[in-house]
Structures are given as structure tokens and as C-alpha cells.
């Protein structure tokens, strides 16, 4: 019996396809920290080394292709977080690293709060996807570095996020502002009074 495909997954990318897509995403989004993202899409094209035609081919318009660069960074950091664990240090040189990386994807989205506040559909579960996504990482390193006593262990991922994110707000418009070093400040301040 021929159910016509339905309850089937939805056939996987190649590898060389994912890996095109990423590279293509990764170029998009060295576009958008240097020209915004109303960059010229011909920047990006010649930055991932394609035709406009292959980006307009993977991305229809502009939102599907901001869309896709703020996922792609969102799992990212995602990823970084288990992996720094393992390879850092100490938990809390893991929760430092991430959060350096966390401050990099803040501060690199020039003009990207004015679109995800417009009426474009395909933005309205972006902020959502990012908590769901990205606190639970930071809640793993809290909880790590807490264990291991390098933090106090009454703390909070998304107050954190959230604190880190408004100390980043003032970085698109004083270039004398340092958001790195001010969110340095904060995460130095999560370290138990002795």
C-alpha cells in the first residue's frame, strides 16, 4: 500500500550539501557583522565564493536567509557550550568561554533587532527557539560551575542571559563602549564572596 510519502522524514541533506549550506551561512554572517543585514547579497555571494543565483536558490528572500544565519549561530553556541565543558579547564573557564562567545553573537547582529521586530512571519518564533535552545546550556554550565564551587550556586541562566545581553546593548552605537569587557566584569562578579 502507497500512503503518497505521508509520515515519511523529509530526505536528508548530503553532507557536501550541509557543508556547502554552512559554509555559505558562515559567509552570510561575517557579511552581516561588517555590513548589517541589509548587506548586499552580492557580498555574501562573493564572500562564500557562489553565484547570487545558489544564495536566492537555498534562501528565496531576504528573511529565509537571516532566519537560517541566526539558527545556524543560535546552534552553534548551542554546541560550544558541551564541548567546552569538556575541554576547558575548570567549569567556570567553560562558562567564561561560552559566554565570550554568547557576547560575540549579541554583538554581532547590527540591524538584526529592527527585523526580527517586523510583521515577517518567519520571525515570530526566532526569540523563542534562541531561550529554548540556549538556556538550557547556560543552565548546564551554571550548575557545573556552581558544583565545582567556582560560582554561587544561587544563580539564574536567563537573569545571566539577560543581564549579558542589555550590557551588549550599548555596543552598536558608542565604538568607546566595550561590552566584552563590561560582561567580563559581570561574570567575575558570579564567583562566591570569600
Not at 559567509?27 to 552580492?42: I, K, Q
Not at 537571516?66 to 567556570?92: D, F, K, N, T, W
Not at 560560582?151 to 558608542?174: T, W
Request: hydrophobic share 45%; aromatic share 6%; glycine share 8%.
Amino acid at each position: 500500500m502507497n500512503d503518497g510519502g505521508a509520515g515519511r522524514a523529509a530526505p536528508r541533506k548530503r553532507a557536501d550539501a550541509r557543508r556547502n549550506e554552512r559554509a555559505l551561512l558562515d559567509a552570510a554572517a561575517a557579511v552581516f557583522v561588517t555590513s548589517g543585514v541589509e548587506a548586499p547579497v552580492r557580498d555574501i555571494a562573493a564572500r562564500a565564493g557562489v553565484g547570487v543565483a545558489t544564495i536566492y536558490r537555498h534562501f528565496p528572500t531576504r528573511a529565509d536567509l537571516i532566519v537560517a544565519v541566526y539558527r545556524h549561530q543560535v546552534e552553534a553556541c548551542a554546541e560550544a557550550g558541551p564541548a567546552l565543558l569538556e575541554s576547558a579547564a575548570s567549569p567556570y573557564d567553560a562558562l567564561r568561554r561560552w559566554i565570550d562567545q554568547f557576547v560575540d553573537f549579541l554583538v554581532t547582529k547590527h540591524g538584526l533587532a529592527a527585523v526580527l521586530q517586523s510583521d515577517n512571519a518567519g520571525f515570530d518564533t526566532l526569540h523563542a527557539y534562541f531561550l529554548d535552545r540556549l538556556v538550557p546550556v547556560c543552565s548546564r554550565l551554571l550548575d557545573a560551575a556552581a558544583a565545582a564551587g567556582e560560582i554561587r550556586s544561587d544563580l539564574n541562566a536567563l537573569e545571566l542571559m539577560r543581564g549579558v545581553g542589555n550590557l551588549c546593548i550599548g555596543a552598536d552605537n558608542d565604538p568607546r563602549y566595550d561590552a566584552r569587557r563590561m560582561v567580563a566584569l559581570l561574570i567575575a562578579g558570579l564567583r562566591p564572596q570569600p
